[in-house]
């Protein structure tokens, strides 16, 4: 909860954080929770593993392995 | 099995498994994923062992996720799939029967706090910070977190930690309902040890199918839930340690449960 005159201003910066993760990593992990709340765990866990698995071959991923190696920001693509 | 990596020891009944990587915050590796798949064989198949404590080794850091120099190490992502459908460490350890409790201090991060959902109590010390950092390395959870978290939390608020890579403390944590209970750091093994030792005074038989119907009751339709309940306390109730319960009870004594 915000104070009324500092909501647009908390939300814009909670987007703004959200935007500057990786942009894949986000929908998947997005996918991840939405999808799997209806599945058995098994199943979702499954579903997370899947993902997680596709997100190996994305360039971002290796930037963010790479940036955090290197202690600096990484630049993601959407690739 | 003890080395470097991971420390399992056994004191009258209850088994501590320590992340012993201190040096890099308890960052899980290859050699403490082995180590952790044998502990948690160890601890499910030891008739000595009725509940495993899990902590993590050192002032700073439960654990502050998977070691990230060991990423991309798999020769293909088809191999690094094969090796985890093969051996499913997670999985296994949100199958065991046995109570698990998650004494969390410091770092609990990314594989850390995901850990620490796989335990069914987690008692954080008053310094502890959780999150799950992923997204912004541009990956995802991926020891369960995205499936515990939003059953352990409210769906909402999972997502928000999730999406966004946010870390929260100890008092925050308390009040979504993510860890049970908050003390002083130095109490905490103390804590951890005595809700331990509390649920060793419970009947074995009943500790393991109640957690079995809660668990496995989730993935169920309500009724369904109801009927596996009703089968699972039909089960306890025939056994010597209800009747022996009971007649402790009676008699005005503490219980002396076999677990049968």
Known sequence: MVPRERLTAEATALAERIAARGPIAVRYAKEAVSKGLDMTLEQALRLETDLTIILQTTEDRAEGVRAFLDKRSPRFHGR | ?260
């Open chain 2, 1 to 260: 099995m003890n080395s470097e990596a991971l420390v399992y020891e056994k004191d009258d009944g209850v088994a501590w498994v320590t992340l012993n990587r201190p040096d890099v915050l308890n960052a899980l590796n290859m050699e403490m994923r082995d180590e952790l798949w044998q502990a948690l064989h160890a601890l499910e198949d030891d008739p000595d062992v009725a509940v495993a404590i899990f902590r993590g080794a050192g002032e700073r850091a439960f654990s502050a996720g998977a070691d990230i120099s060991e990423f991309g190490t798999a020769p293909s992502v088809v191999e690094a799939r094969r090796a985890r459908r093969e051996r499913d460490l997670w999985g296994y350890m949100l199958a065991i029967e046995k109570p698990l409790i998650a004494a969390v201090h410091g770092f609990v991060l990314g594989a850390g706090i995901e850990l620490s959902m796989c335990c069914d109590l987690r008692i954080a010390a008053d310094d502890a910070r959780l999150g799950l950092p992923e997204v912004s390395l541009a990956y995802i959870p991926s020891a369960g977190g995205t499936q515990l978290l939003p059953r352990t939390v409210s769906p909402g608020l999972a997502m928000g930690l999730i999406l966004s890579g946010d870390a929260i403390d100890a008092q925050e944590a308390l009040r979504i309902g993510l860890v049970q209970r908050v003390v002083p750091r130095r109490r905490l093994y103390a804590e951890a040890e005595a809700l331990a030792r509390r649920l060793m005074t419970r009947g074995p038989l009943a500790l393991r199918h109640a957690k079995k119907a809660v668990t496995e009751g989730l993935d169920l339709p309500l009724a369904e839930g109801l009927a596996l309940e009703a089968r699972l306390a039909r089960l306890v109730l025939a056994s010597q340690d209800a009747r022996e319960g009971i007649k402790a009870q009676r008699e005005g004594r503490a219980p002396q449960f076999a677990g049968v």
